[in-house]
């Protein structure tokens, strides 16, 4: 038998949302170590093992995303999170990506470990040292906030090895047309 096993694949779901985010990009760029691996996002589904084809994870999230109209967010300030992260956590647009968080998880990932509190986020920095952090909450003035745009989909990407984030769907908020 000479056949390959496939390898589980790691995925992550994500909103990028509709907006300007050039100045968090460049905030990202020297605070964020996964700024050019990924582009600033809010994460919906942590990262979880899928095994089945990347079509059935569609077919189990789709009826979650029709249920969720396209809607309005607002991350209007920095925070320091569990001494480590810079949050720009979500104001409006909160509930919605909750109820996207906890009906994929109870719907769509049932059986994928969640965790156990979220925090509607996008996260623009990492760093231990806290005077660092402090620095970095002094430099969100060059950030324009709050941030104001909309979440209109949602991503499925994929982390390889080699630490590559792949987006493989994108798929439409709302009913389908």
């Known amino acids: 038998m000479t056949g390959k096993i496939a390898a589980v694949a790691i995925r ?14 460049r905030f990202r760029s ?3 170590p996964l700024a050019a691996a990924v582009p600033a996002h809010i994460t919906v589904a942590f990262p979880f093992e899928w095994s089945g ?3 059935s994870l569609a077919t189990a999230i789709q009826p979650v ?5 396209p809607f309005a967010l607002d991350l209007p300030a920095l925070t320091i999170w569990e001494d480590e992260y810079l949050f ?3 104001d409006e647009g909160r509930e919605q990506v909750c109820w996207l968080h906890e009906s994929i998880y109870g719907l769509a990932l049932d059986g994928v ?3 156990s509190h979220f925090v509607p986020h996008m996260t623009v920095g990492r760093c231990a040292e806290k005077a660092a952090l402090q620095a970095g909450i002094r430099e969100t003035a060059a950030m324009n906030l709050p941030l104001v745009g ?8 994929r982390r390889d090895e080699d630490g590559r984030r792949v987006r493989e769907l994108h798929m439409p908020l709302g009913p389908a047309s």
Do not use: G
């Open 113 to 115: 470990q969640r965790p």
């Open 150 to 157: 909309r979440a209109l989909s949602l991503t499925v990407y």
């Open 12 to 25: 992550v779901l994500a909103i990028f949302p509709e907006m300007d985010t050039s100045a968090v990009e």
């Open 30 to 32: 020297k605070w964020d």
């Open 88 to 90: 720009l956590l979500v």
């Open 53 to 55: 084809p990347l079509p």
């Open 65 to 69: 995303l029709a249920a969720c109209a």
